[in-house]
C-alpha cells in the first residue's frame, strides 16, 4: 500500500507542478475560490465540534474557518460578510451535510477526510507556489502569511497531520460493518461530485485551469482513498 500511494503522490506532484504555473497567481481564482469551501469548512467543523461521532477529529485541532475569514478580509476587504451570500451550489452542498449530519453522522467523515486531505496536500503545494509567484510579482504584500492563513499550520508538521488523519480514518474505519462501509465508499464518490460541482461557480480569469488542477487533485485522493480500503 505504501508503495502505490508513494507512486499516486508522485503523480500528483507532477501533474500540480506543471499546471500550477499557468494560472493560479490570479488573485480574484484563488479569492473566489476560498469563498466557495468557507461555508463548507465552517459546517464541519461545528459539527466536529458538537457530533460525538466525529470527536476523534476534534483533538486534531485543524479548524479553519478563522483562516478563511482572514484571507478573505485580506482579498475582499474587511466588509466582506457584508454584503456576502452563499451561491446555490454551495447551499446545495450544506444542505446534503445537514442531511447527512440529521440521518447518518458518520458519513460526515467522508468530507472531512477529504476535504482536509487535500488541503494538507493540494492546498500546500498551491500555496507554494503562489509564494514563489509573488515573489516575482510587483507591489505583492511581503508577508507570507498574508492571504495564506487557510494553509498555514504554524510549525506543526504537515507530514505528521496527514499521518494522523490517515491513522484516525483508518482506526474508524475498522469499526465500520460492511453496510456501513459501502455507504462510506459511496458517499466518498459523492464528495468528488459535490466539489466539482462547486468549483463550476469559481468567477475569474484562468478559472478553467484551476478546475483541472482540484480535478486532478480530486482524482488522486479518491484514487488514495480506496488504495487504503483496499489493502487495510
Not at 172 to 181: G, N, R
Amino acid at each position: 500500500m505504501r508503495k502505490a500511494t508513494r507512486e499516486v503522490h508522485a503523480v500528483s506532484d507532477a501533474l500540480v507542478n506543471a499546471k500550477l504555473a499557468l494560472g493560479l497567481h490570479n488573485d480574484k481564482v484563488w479569492a473566489d475560490g476560498l469563498l466557495v469551501f468557507y461555508e463548507i469548512f465552517m459546517y464541519l467543523e461545528k459539527a466536529i465540534n458538537m457530533n460525538a461521532n466525529l470527536k476523534p477529529f476534534k483533538s486534531m485541532e485543524l479548524n479553519r474557518t478563522k483562516a478563511f475569514e482572514l484571507d478573505l478580509s485580506f482579498y475582499l476587504g474587511k466588509d466582506w460578510m457584508k454584503n456576502y451570500s452563499p451561491r446555490p451550489a454551495t447551499i446545495k452542498y450544506v444542505n446534503h451535510l445537514k442531511k447527512l449530519e440529521s440521518t447518518n453522522p458518520i458519513l460526515l467523515i467522508a468530507y472531512i477526510y477529504h476535504l482536509y486531505m487535500g488541503l494538507l496536500s493540494g492546498g500546500i503545494i498551491l500555496r507554494k507556489k503562489r509564494e514563489v509567484m509573488n515573489k516575482i510579482m510587483p507591489f505583492k504584500s511581503s508577508d507570507k502569511l498574508d492571504g495564506n492563513h487557510v494553509t498555514d499550520f504554524n510549525d506543526r508538521s504537515i507530514y505528521q497531520l496527514k499521518m494522523n488523519m490517515r491513522k484516525t480514518m483508518n482506526e474508524i474505519a475498522e469499526t465500520m460493518d460492511d453496510d456501513v462501509k459501502k455507504l462510506f465508499i459511496k458517499e466518498s464518490k459523492k464528495v468528488f461530485s459535490m466539489n466539482n460541482e462547486i468549483i463550476r461557480s469559481v468567477e475569474g480569469a484562468g478559472v478553467a485551469i484551476l478546475k483541472k488542477i482540484i480535478l486532478i487533485i480530486g482524482i488522486i485522493g479518491m484514487f488514495l482513498f480506496f488504495i487504503i480500503y483496499y489493502y487495510n
